[in-house]
């Protein structure tokens, strides 16, 4: 278990930008893969981006593709989900997760934060 803490979101509007951060305690962050899902009311966890310990693969959900972008510094114990292009339907709460391996399903991830809300008007 890594103990995780999401920050950043907030209330924008449509085609502004915001960077989730989620700080992670301990000493084997950089050991893990990181990702960020997000769901919004009523709707299942949605596959966001994963990145690998060292940051060398990617993946991306097909809906953010292209506008979302996700980093990590293990210095800082720290994966970062920069959002340009915003639209309403990327409101959700978002969630930091992570895991021994790189995925896209939330089963294979066994730390979560508390999540953060991000909410975008139109």
């Known amino acids: 278990q890594v103990p995780l803490v999401e920050s950043g979101g907030g209330l924008v509007q449509a085609g502004d930008t915001l960077r989730l951060s989620c700080a992670a305690s301990?000493?084997?962050?950089?050991?893990?893969?990181m990702a960020w899902f997000r769901q919004a009311p009523g709707k299942e966890r949605e596959f966001v981006a994963s990145?690998?310990?060292?940051?060398?693969?990617?993946y991306y959900g097909e809906s953010v593709k292209g506008r979302f972008f996700i980093s990590r510094d293990n210095a800082k114990n720290t994966v970062y989900l920069q959002m340009n292009s915003l639209k309403p339907e990327d409101t959700a709460v978002y969630y930091c997760g992570a895991a021994r391996y790189l995925s896209r399903w939330s089963r294979d991830f066994g730390s979560w934060g508390q999540g953060t809300q991000v909410t975008v008007s139109s």
């Open positions: 301990g000493h084997t962050f950089s050991t893990y893969s």
């Open positions: 990145i690998t310990w060292s940051g060398d693969i990617i």
